[in-house]
């Protein structure tokens, strides 16, 4: 069967992968929800949940430099990656040894998308549906917030650095009804404390992950915007988009911004 990945590049599969490799943390946690525990045989250092396959599965490397040996070693016949995460460098090798499908999200379509592809690709297409309905059903439910919060999201320290426009973050933040100030900027922007100050955010989020920040960080960063609002958030909620989803919606409301 040819399938066709967010890429727009087809990949061919003879039958139903049972030797797949995730390169991707938040699609790790996806194929699980899919029931291929079976079929799951390497993951990455970084593919932390579910515990059970971080303990157990073979880890090939990080979602960057991938070790080439190790996926040789495991014979796949199925690869997931994506197009941020991983790097281009790693991925692309791969791809002329083996069946590689690459996800592209920046919104939750895309991520709806995603989902909907690989439960195609490993032939679980019923279960990825029932999730992508659970999930649409969690947004849904989400209140509208009448004035959207001025907000910046913090991913790292030293250099601070924020989430822009083109993420899939900034498309959670909309979810939450958040207005992200520095929607403008793409990708990953580092910032100056100055330009911080002078964002207009009334709410700071300080992502766990990919910088783990902690309480002692939020002295610094009031003294730099000192009527804002700053919180510590749960990273995967907003930038993990597989199954983690089904948890976002709920966890957005508790949150009560």
């Not at 699609?27 to 045989?41: A, C, I, K």
């Not at 991983?86 to 791969?94: Q, S």
């Amino acid at each position: 069967m040819i399938f066709t990945d967010q890429l727009n590049r087809q990949i061919t599969l003879e039958h139903p992968p049972q030797r797949i490799i995730s390169l991707v943390p938040s699609q790790t946690e996806l194929l699980y929800s899919l029931g291929l525990d079976h079929e799951v045989v390497g993951i990455t250092k970084f593919c932390v949940r579910p515990s059970a396959w971080f303990r157990k599965k073979t880890q090939v490397g990080g979602t960057k430099h991938i070790h080439r040996d190790r996926i040789a070693a495991l014979s796949p016949d199925l690869i997931i990656a994506n197009k941020e995460e991983n790097l281009a460098t790693d991925v692309e090798p791969l791809m002329a040894d083996y069946p590689v499908w690459v996800s592209n999200v920046q919104t939750l379509q895309d991520a709806y998308d995603m989902i909907t592809g690989i439960g195609a690709v490993t032939h679980c297409s019923s279960t990825a549906a029932t999730l992508v309905t659970q999930i649409k059903a969690g947004f849904a439910a989400l209140p509208v917030r009448p004035v959207p919060i001025p907000t910046a999201y913090l991913i790292w320290r030293d250099p601070w650095m924020v989430a822009g426009g083109d993420t899939f973050i900034h498309e959670m933040l909309s979810a939450c009804g958040l207005h992200n100030v520095f929607g403008e900027q793409l990708r990953y922007p580092a910032i100056t404390p100055e330009q911080l100050a002078g964002s207009g955010c009334e709410l700071l989020l300080l992502s766990s992950e990919p910088y783990p920040f902690k309480e002692k960080h939020m002295a610094e960063l009031q003294a730099i915007v000192p009527h804002a609002r700053i919180e510590l958030v749960d990273g995967e909620m907003f930038s993990w988009y597989g199954s983690r989803l089904l948890e976002s919606a709920a966890y957005f409301s508790s949150l009560n911004f």
